[in-house]
């Protein structure tokens, strides 16, 4: 199965600023899924990108997916301190059968 | 209103006893799936199910045992066997094909 790695580890930012995390897999997908979760709680999937799309946008959430360097990245414009937590990629491939494999995150805090 | 519960929030083990941990979800969703967090790490797979009546080991199946007899329900129950149950505990379902998956809010269980 497909894990991501996450990077980085943990960003920190001030209110309004942007937070861009990345994402590195190994072998060809057929769609990457992003989640967050707030500290104690369950994750929430934030948006999926195909491995046919290069770019895909969701609010203040901006996803690219470049599949000849295997990687993903999330943008989040103009962040708010309501937007810590930590936010995890899963890459997945169809033989998975529904399994995902998570990552250890980026771990975003967004100051006041 | 649809999604995936967790009893209890807290759960408070003494060595050497079993727990069970609830999950419930009326989402109609085929497949559910068990996760286990430990601090500052990602989500391990411990047992997913597909269908009823049907579950297949994880990445950390040891210890731990489910049962699948209804396709609302997921109980998981940790045993004496595993050695380091301490951990945040996430039940999660999806549909069957999409790989989206919902999670409910998570059981901490600690062993005194």
């Known amino acids: 199965s497909q894990q991501g790695e996450e990077d980085p580890q943990a960003l920190s930012i001030q209110e309004g600023e942007n937070a861009t995390m990345n994402c590195s897999y190994k072998?060809?997908?057929?769609?990457l899924q992003w989640y967050r979760q707030n500290s104690g709680r369950g994750l929430v999937h934030l948006i999926l990108?195909?491995?046919?799309?290069r770019e895909k946008h969701s609010g203040r959430l901006r996803v690219t997916l470049d599949t000849s360097k295997k990687s993903s990245s999330l943008l989040i414009t103009a962040s708010r301190a309501a937007d810590t937590a930590s936010y995890f990629c899963?890459?997945?491939?169809?033989?998975?059968?529904?399994?995902?494999?998570f990552g250890q995150g980026t771990e975003l805090s967004v100051k006041p | 209103d649809g999604g995936i519960t967790q009893s209890p929030k807290y759960l408070f083990r003494k060595e050497g006893q079993n727990v069970t941990l609830s999950c419930e979800q009326n989402l109609n969703h085929d497949a559910m799936y068990w996760y286990r967090q430990d601090p500052g790490q990602g989500l391990r797979l411990i047992y997913y199910s597909q269908i009823v009546n049907d579950f297949q080991k994880g990445d950390i199946a040891e210890g731990y045992s489910v049962s699948r007899e209804k396709k609302e329900s997921f109980p998981l129950t940790v045993t004496s066997a595993q050695k380091n149950p301490t951990a945040f505990y996430l039940c999660?379902?999806?549909?069957?094909?999409?790989?989206?998956?919902?999670f409910g809010p998570g059981t901490r269980l600690t062993v005194l």
């Open positions: 072998t060809s997908i057929n769609n």
């Open positions: 999660a379902s999806s549909k069957q094909g999409p790989p989206e998956q919902f």
């Open positions: 899963a890459p997945y491939t169809y033989n998975q059968g529904g399994k995902l494999i």
């Open positions: 990108i195909r491995s046919n799309e």
